[in-house]
Nanobody, 125 residues
Framework: QGQLLESGGGVVQAGASLSPSCAAS????????MAWFRQAPGKEIESVAAISFMGANNYFADSGKGRFTISRDNDKKTMVLQMNSAQPETTAIYYC??????????????????WGQGIQVTVSS
């Protein structure tokens, strides 16, 4: 089974931008649909964004519409979430996930069967 590794988290000021990325392992493993989820302290995990295998279709939760973009490079097996105008409510552990069965993006966590360890993103006010 393949693995995902997130990077690019950290602490930023409100209004700043950051772009966490996700890389798939070198094993013969092709991530199909990919997505970002997050879990804030004391809250349930929620969808942030998702991207189809070819990158033509995206999904964004309401919290990120107009401020976030998502992209991927299938040759490098990477995915990037560009978060602009970050706000304190953006603070959470961000998880990268991929599906081994579907190419289509989805905001539901049930569609993804490989998850990264998560990275901390903190936005200070």
């Amino acid at each position: 089974q393949g693995q995902l590794l997130e990077s690019g988290g950290g602490v930023v000021q409100a209004g700043a931008s950051l772009s966490p990325s996700c890389a798939a392992s070198e094993r013969p493993f092709t991530p199909l649909a990919m997505a970002w989820f997050r879990q804030a302290p004391g809250k349930e995990i929620e969808s942030v964004a998702a991207i189809s295998f070819m990158g033509a279709n995206n999904y964004f939760a309401d919290s990120g519409k107009g401020r976030f973009t998502i992209s991927r490079d299938n040759d490098k097996k990477t995915m990037v979430l560009q978060m602009n105008s970050a706000q304190p409510e953006t603070t959470a552990i961000y998880y990268c996930a991929t599906s081994q069965t579907t190419m289509h993006e989805s905001g539901s966590s049930r569609g993804y069967d490989i998850w990264g360890q998560g990275i901390q993103v903190t936005v200070s006010s």
